[in-house]
């Protein structure tokens, strides 16, 4: 999930569990002479196997061990990583990629174009979150030695900027057939997982490369991760002073932080809402009919939402696609406003005069008062939600559809195409219903066939974007926003796509 990357403001770990993780951060800092960088995480890994692997929120646990085939600039632009050059042909079809001939992997392995084709294909038919961003790679070929040959199915406006992230990260063929891939990573990044030090689900320690190709990004000879699993927990190392840097949690945080002599860098890359995802009412009917789903839009008190839920760190709005993108309109952040009388009106309309039950799923990592608000906000037109606790089969069962919506936190992606290809089109992973929608998929194909900027496609992405909107595919509330905080010793460039600053982007200030 490129859904910071998809988290449902949620972490993996209890109170008590992170509580005690706190204790567990050495006090070094970046001016000693050997510098140790502290981050501060909040979302665990889910696996460092590439072909499993997420970004976001998880993007530095595989920096520091990884390299991608490209990198981002701070502001999106595309820059040479493992590949210094790339070149489209004329269809835009077929990319071919010079690599570096001077990097090795940390078992000695050498990196080379066969190994990056293997790797590339192996995340388009692997498990992560984002594979669906390669199901248009019809081949990834090695013509030499470091001479990389990928073949799409059609142009992809993205493709070199999922080469930037979990896409396009690069393992050993060491890890392709090896169990513990998911915990011993061989990459041919800056660092190498310090396993001894590392306590997994908590703590990872990770150990400078001294053969490293471009060392002189990673200033720190050590990085400790350690993943904070509630507020509280994450505070009290703000306050403490063991991290150097950390996302927060919530904007509620952003006063201790800055009282504790932390800077803070504000920015929004995700919304807040529902997924109304049984577009065809499979699961259940009256999710089927489009009243309904503007009914929801219609119950949901957006501006006290945003206070109740972030203490006002959010911007109303209902549509997904963020300022950044193409498919931006300040008009549609209004389109509905909230109206008790309106939404009832539009359920008898759908037949729903007396409303419906909704079953929704629910999770110990959200506090129970959110889903009371929701609760009560869509009871006041007649809807009863039926909240169904979840464990660990909670994503999988939201994206297999066991439920015809849920509530979520999903990234807002900066360009028109990542967002229709992250949520919107029949293979999405985020359209777990498979809807397939003929405008909409009208509308994406014009978009991903024309140049980017070009003024059809961004009058196809308004167009598209409007029309999601009006047929209420999504319920959001607000866009969050997030805040990145560091201490005095400690400087960051916040990346314009992600939900962290990139790990070569952070450096000891003096």
């Known amino acids: 999930m490129k859904h910071s990357n998809t988290a449902w403001r949620m972490s993996a770990l209890g109170a008590v569990a992170a509580l005690a993780l706190t204790g567990c951060a050495t006090q070094g800092n970046a001016s000693d002479e050997n510098p140790t960088l502290r981050l501060g995480v909040v979302t665990p890994l889910a696996s460092f ?10 993007s530095p646990y595989l920096q520091a061990v990884y390299d991608t085939l490209l990198h981002a600039d701070t502001d999106g ?46 995340f388009r038919d692997g498990t992560s979150e984002n594979a669906a961003f390669l199901t248009g790679v019809q081949s990834a070929v090695a013509t030499d030695t470091h001479t990389l040959v990928v073949t799409l199915v059609e142009p992809d406006p993205a493709f070199l900027i999922y080469m930037t992230q979990n ?40 150990e400078r490369r001294d053969d490293y190709w471009d060392a002189e990004s990673y200033p720190y000879d050590e990085i400790e991760m350690t993943l904070y699993g509630d507020g509280t927990a994450l505070m009290n190392a703000v ?29 929004e890359f995700d ?79 759908a037949g729903y ?42 994503f999988g069962r939201m994206l297999g559809g066991s439920w015809a919506a849920f509530p979520m936190q999903l990234q807002a992606d900066a360009t028109a195409w990542q967002g229709i290809q992250f949520s919107m089109l ?16 009208e509308l994406a194909q014009t978009i991903r066939m024309g140049e980017e900027g070009a003024e059809e496609q961004a009058a196809a992405a308004q167009e598209l974007n409007a029309y999601i909107v009006e047929q209420a595919w999504y319920a959001p509330a607000f866009r969050i926003q997030s805040a990145y905080v560091t201490n005095d010793s400690t400087r960051i460039a916040r990346q314009a796509d992600n939900a962290v600053p990139y790990l070569w982007n952070i450096k000891p200030a003096n």
């Open 49 to 58: 196997a590439p072909w499993e692997a997420s970004w976001a929120n998880q």
């Open 426 to 441: 029949p293979h999405s992973t985020w359209n777990p219903f498979k809807t397939e929608d003929a405008t909409v998929v």
């Open 167 to 206: 896409a396009g990260l690069q393992g050993s063929p060491a890890m392709w057939d090896d169990p513990a891939a998911q915990t011993e990573p061989i990459g041919s990044g800056p660092y190498l997982l310090d396993e001894e030090a590392t306590v997994a689900g908590s703590t990872w320690v990770f």
């Open 77 to 122: 632009s595309i820059m040479p990583a493992l590949a210094t050059e790339w070149s489209y042909d004329d269809s835009r079809t077929v990319v071919t990629f010079t690599l570096r001939d001077d990097v090795t992997f940390s078992d000695g392995t050498e990196f080379t174009a066969e190994v990056a084709a293997e790797n590339i294909l192996r």
């Open 271 to 349: 919304w807040t809402g529902f997924v109304l995802a049984d577009r065809d009412g499979a699961v259940n009917p009256a999710l089927g009919d489009v009243r309904v789903r503007q009914a929801i839009n219609h119950a949901l008190d957006r501006d006290g939402l945003a206070e109740a839920l972030a203490a006002g760190w959010g911007t109303p709005t209902t549509q997904i696609f963020r300022q950044t993108s193409a498919a931006y309109d300040p008009s549609l952040d209004d389109r509905y406003p909230y109206d008790v009388e309106k939404a009832r009106e539009l359920l008898a309309e």
């Open 239 to 267: 306050k403490g002073g063991q991290v150097d840097a950390t996302p927060l949690q919530s904007g509620t945080q952003l006063a201790e932080a800055e009282a504790a002599g932390y800077r803070a860098e504000i920015s």
């Open 353 to 394: 005069p007396d409303g419906f039950t909704l079953a929704m799923p629910k999770s110990d990592f959200v506090p129970e008062a959110e889903y009371a608000i929701y609760a009560e906000q869509l009871g006041a037109i007649g809807i009863t939600v039926e909240w169904e606790m979840t464990g660990d089969d909670l």
